[in-house]
């Protein structure tokens, strides 16, 4: 599986490549029963796209069957016993990458010259990750976490890692020159290491931070800086090691009241938008808006998903089986908004049933 998408990897995957680049998207189930059908669809999905690549005329054999195989090998990779709620498959001349999300997707095989990435994009807005930061006198370590998990990120020289033992420690103790472990000039050293390469961390990875720790080592931290905009700091020491449930368990309770408080931000902001005629609701008005990247915040429920049909300039309501229906209209209006720099909020369903399940703030 692939890892978390960062900016630059979402730029990446959306460059161009000699055709066909092949989207493979499909809905996965958490829980028994309705996981026993997944392996099934996957094979159906994969027979599909094999025999859209070699019936298609425009691929040379050699392309052809290096698509083939790196499509195999994706769907050989794939892990459905650990499986979210949506699968994403892409595969190319060369490469091929498999993306598990936490959101449901439409299932469909698309042949283009660049990879379907709507779907990805918004999975990745709605999960909303954090960074979580275990501090200990010997260990800090990172963690990558979200609504429904935790898991240490070994990445960017982290977890940073150091030895307690004081060679001179006898002799300091004789003569009482013996610093308590959150006062000695090698702790503050290891943790101003530390808190630099959280800051770049942050640079590339903007997400909302939570640091865990003892108060002696809390209070080290921010004594060497800022931890960074709204970072949140937990009085719970122990976890520099984890377990990774340990870490998403001292983290929700916080995780849980920001967003809380996210969520009444946003509905006070489209309220006031409203009163100044800066508003847009409803499907149909926000895809307008959208378009013309007049989009400043956009608010969508987690689980909004209707089925619509483009008619003219507008959005119509349409069936599932309706010539030009579209059902992940939703996923392309997240994806277009977050283009334009727009700030895409995922609120709790029913926060926004008056808006009609999404609504957004105007620029203009």
């Known amino acids: ?13 959306r460059r161009p490549r000699p055709y066909p680049a092949v989207s493979l998207v499909m809905p996965t189930h958490r829980r028994e029963p309705e996981d026993a059908q997944d392996p ?14 070699q019936e298609d005329p425009d691929v040379p054999r050699e392309r052809r069957l290096d698509v083939l195989d790196q499509l195999r090998r994706a769907v050989a990779e794939v892990d459905l016993v650990h499986a979210e709620d949506g699968l994403v498959i892409y595969a190319a001349q060369g490469e091929h990458h498999v993306w598990s999300v936490a959101r449901s997707v439409p299932e469909r095989v698309v042949l283009s010259d660049t990879f379907l990435t709507r779907n990805l994009v918004a999975a990745q807005a709605a999960e909303q990750p954090y960074w ?5 006198a010997d260990r800090v370590s990172l963690w990558n976490g979200d609504a429904e998990r935790a898991s240490e ?19 300091k103790e004789r003569i009482g020159d013996l610093p308590s472990t959150f006062r000695d000039e090698a702790t503050r050293q290891f943790l101003r290491e530390a808190h630099e390469r959280l800051r770049a961390v942050l640079a590339a990875e903007p997400r909302p931070l939570y640091v865990l720790g003892s108060d002696a080592a809390l209070a080290l931290l921010e004594e060497l800086g800022p931890l960074g905009p709204g970072a949140v700091t937990i009085q719970r020491g122990g ?23 996210a969520t009444a931000t946003v509905v006070a902001e489209l309220e006031t938008a409203r009163g100044r005629r800066e508003y847009a609701g409803g499907m149909d008005e926000v895809w307008q808006a959208v378009r013309q990247g007049r989009v400043r915040l956009l608010a969508v ?9 483009e008619d003219g300039d ?20 997240v994806e277009r908004a977050l283009e334009s720099g727009t700030e895409v909020r995922f609120v709790p369903d029913g926060t926004l049933a008056a808006e009609g399940h999404i609504a957004g703030v105007l620029r203009f």
Do not use: C, Q
């Not at 979580?132 to 200990?136: E, H, M, P, S, T």
């Open 301 to 309: 429920e987690d689980d909004y998903r209707t089925v619509v049909r």
């Open 239 to 261: 976890l520099a090691e984890g377990p990774a449930a340990a870490v998403w368990e001292a983290v929700e309770p916080s995780r849980t009241a920001r967003e809380s408080a």
């Open 132 to 136: 979580a930061l275990a501090v200990a």
């Open 314 to 333: 507008h959005l119509a309501p349409a069936a599932a089986g309706d010539r030009g229906a579209r059902d992940d209209m939703i996923d392309e209006i």
């Open 1 to 13: 599986m692939d890892p978390v998408l960062t900016p630059d990897t979402l730029a990446a995957l």
């Open 40 to 53: 099934v669809r996957l094979r159906n999905l994969l027979a599909e796209a094999e025999k859209a690549v």
């Open 153 to 171: 990120a070994r990445k960017d020289g982290f977890p940073l890692t150091r030895s307690l033992e004081d060679p001179d420690a006898e002799r």
